[in-house]
């Protein structure tokens, strides 16, 4: 049971999650506008962290290769994990000092 925030761009599918987009000639409902709007500021906040994080670690930048299969998918996210365990620790050391 897992899935992923898409933006619009995305085909709507139970494994990705995205905006209600407005039919032709048509209109969103109110729970639908409520829904983009929450969840547009989970999207800015994810931006603004994926941001951050590749300015701290420059490595990420150019992490930019086809994932063909389970290595190379493995190896992304370990890259990714070796640069979030740092990154989470500067976090709480700065949190700590105040």
């Known amino acids: 049971n897992q899935w992923l925030w898409a933006d619009s761009a995305y085909a709507s599918q139970v494994w990705c999650v995205t905006p209600f987009k407005r ?32 300015g701290r670690f420059q490595s990420l930048r150019e992490l930019r290769f086809p994932i063909q299969g389970k290595k190379e998918l493995d190896y992304s996210n370990m890259w990714i994990r070796c640069c979030l365990i740092p990154h989470n620790s500067i976090i709480e050391i700065k949190e700590s000092l105040g």
Do not use: C, M, W
């Open 23 to 54: 039919l032709p000639g048509g209109a969103l409902t109110r729970d639908q506008k409520t829904f983009n709007y929450h969840f547009s500021k989970v999207r800015v906040r994810s931006e603004h962290f994926f941001g951050s994080i590749k």
